[in-house]
């Protein structure tokens, strides 16, 4: 500390010194200066494309001492690149932001979100050693109805048994294995271990011929899980037994797909804020009632949703929400979304589902971000372990050591 106003002193001096130098200078020199700040002033303010996934651009702490000050300093007098130190302490209290996983294998216009602000318990999750690994992904796949004969006329929804089939043979092929909504719940909140490539089914509507026809014969060779979007509000006590009977066999679950789902009460911005409560809340009633429990995801009817229906499905507590947007796979804190949902800003209310239709390829799209981000993941590894231990002190210590198995030499 007591050094400190010595040098000041000098670097004043030399400064002074700089100065007078400086005023024979020509004009020239200063409005070249100026318009050099107001050029770096300018590169500032470009915004760094808008997009709900950057982080808040913090400038790297390296960069705040005076710059500007030095080309003008003449070389003779220059005793200050060494008093650089003291303008500078060594622990730098602005963290450096992380990386997030890239890739170019997302149609135009959509782009991976985040939900999880806080780096730290983001990290501490990613790494955690008996959590997904980095990498995982989910495919959840929205169907509709499945037919001997496929679509017909302008059915867009509809597939033939045949692509259902091989599809599921495919998935199969590939090593996808399902999940329940509540191991999507606990896999995007907290990266909960899932399979490496897994895959939610999810059958809109009141299709229960079609889940006992196609599905069951499926579920139970392969021992997987299907969803069953339901509307809950206009189906008698008979459809209920139904309902329940189909739950008995195993494999299935039912979530909420609105109370009425009809074209009064489809969420559009003319509709009342007393109907969307309606459609959110009474499927929990009616579930609760019949089924014996509470429904835990809400996939929006007809695919629509407005902010203050999110806002509403928040209220009533669903934990996750689907779309009919084919936007990508999911992976732990990186959510593919459109602007359509974007704007809403709750990626987690607003998830993308593959339509049956396109499941086939869209394996393999899947399959390749998946192992991109694991791939990237790996990379990064030691810088975000480095991070989590300069940065988060008060979190508990991870278990992964900074090395790899691969990376750890045989003699140790
Ligand atoms: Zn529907």
Aim: net charge negative; aromatic share 10%.
């Amino acid at each position: 500390m007591g050094r400190r106003p010595l040098i000041l002193n000098r670097q004043r001096l030399a400064i002074c010194l700089a100065f007078l130098w400086l005023l024979s200078l020509a004009a020239c020199a200063q409005s070249a200066a100026s318009m050099d700040h107001r050029a770096g002033q300018g590169r500032k303010e470009t915004p760094a494309a808008v997009s709900p996934t950057e982080q808040p651009t913090e400038q790297p702490s390296d960069r705040t001492p005076t710059p500007t000050l030095t080309p003008f300093v003449p070389d003779p007098f220059t005793p200050t690149p060494t008093a650089s130190p003291t303008a500078q302490p060594t622990p730098s209290p602005t963290p450096i932001p992380l990386a997030r996983f890239e890739t170019d294998a997302l149609h135009q216009g959509v782009l991976p979100v985040s939900y999880i602000q806080d780096e730290c318990l983001y990290l501490e999750a990613r790494w955690n050693p008996d959590n997904a690994a980095p990498g995982t992904v989910v495919v959840p796949v929205m169907f509709h109805g499945i037919s001997v004969a496929g679509p017909r006329g302008n059915d867009n929804i509809t597939v033939s048994t045949a692509y259902f089939e091989a599809s599921m043979r495919k998935a199969r092929q590939l090593g996808f294995e399902t999940i329940s909504m509540q191991q999507l719940v606990d896999f995007l909140q907290h990266n909960a271990y899932i399979p490496p490539r897994s895959l939610l089914l999810i059958i809109d509507d009141r299709r229960l011929g079609t889940v006992r026809e196609h599905f069951l014969p499926v579920l139970k060779k392969y021992d997987w899980t299907l969803t069953l979007a339901y509307i809950t509000g206009v189906i008698n006590e008979q459809e209920w037994n139904q309902v329940r009977d189909v739950l008995a066999r195993g494999h299935t679950e039912v979530q909420a797909h609105g109370y009425l789902h009809n074209g009064e009460t489809y969420i559009t911005e003319w509709t009342s804020e007393e109907i969307i409560r309606n459609e959110l809340f009474a499927p929990i009633t009616a579930i609760k009632e019949h089924l014996g429990y509470r429904p835990i995801a809400f996939i929006w009817p007809g695919g629509n949703f407005n902010l203050l229906s999110v806002q509403i499905a928040r209220e009533a507590d669903y934990q996750v929400g689907f779309t009919v947007f084919a936007r990508g796979p999911l992976l732990f804190n990186w959510i593919p979304q459109g602007e359509a949902e974007r704007e809403i800003g709750d990626p987690l209310l607003t998830l993308p589902r593959y339509w049956s239709t396109t499941m086939f390829k869209n394996l393999d799209y899947a399959v390749e971000i998946g192992a991109s981000a694991a791939a990237q993941a790996e990379k990064q590894r030691v810088d975000e372990i480095n991070w989590y231990r300069s940065n988060c002190a008060d979190y508990p210590p991870l278990s992964i050591p900074i090395q790899s198995k691969e990376e750890v030499p045989d003699r140790w």
